[in-house]
């Protein structure tokens, strides 16, 4: 059985940072952290491919959040800096199996890229 598992969420103030972890027992060429906040959709924050030592990044939230991988742990972190109300989501990390192609690029920050799925941690942003 595939298995995703976040970790690292938390509630902070506005300014303050948080690492999150996402541990896998199935790899996948590119992996990405996505967030949903209520009412609103799925959106893909950042991403990171083995094959092109690539990441990737939303606008909203690039040059506070840094995305790395640590393949011996089988772990994917999401450092997240300078955070805003309006980053308060929940967290989810997701993979490409399935054997289908992993192929980089912009398109890894889409949900439709993944097939498999973490249960998600939250994050709040208050003051």
């Known amino acids: 059985v595939v298995k995703l598992v976040e970790s690292g969420g938390g509630s902070v103030q506005p300014g303050g940072s948080l690492q999150l972890s996402c541990v896998y027992n199935?790899?996948?060429?590119?992996m990405g952290w996505f967030r949903q906040a209520p009412g609103k959709e799925r959106e893909g924050v950042a991403s990171i491919c083995t094959s092109n030592s690539r990441t990737y990044y939303s606008d909203s939230v690039k040059g506070r959040f840094t995305i790395s991988r640590d393949a011996f742990q089988n772990t994917v972190y999401l450092q997240m800096n300078s955070l805003e109300p309006e980053d308060t989501a929940m967290y989810y990390c997701?993979?490409?199996?399935?054997?289908?192609?992993?192929?980089?690029?912009?398109?890894?920050?889409?949900?439709?890229?993944?097939?498999?799925w973490g249960q998600g941690t939250q994050v709040t942003v208050s003051s």
């Open positions: 199935a790899s996948s060429n590119c």
């Open positions: 997701a993979a490409r199996l399935g054997g289908l192609p992993s192929i980089p690029g912009p398109q890894t920050l889409s949900r439709t890229y993944y097939t498999n």
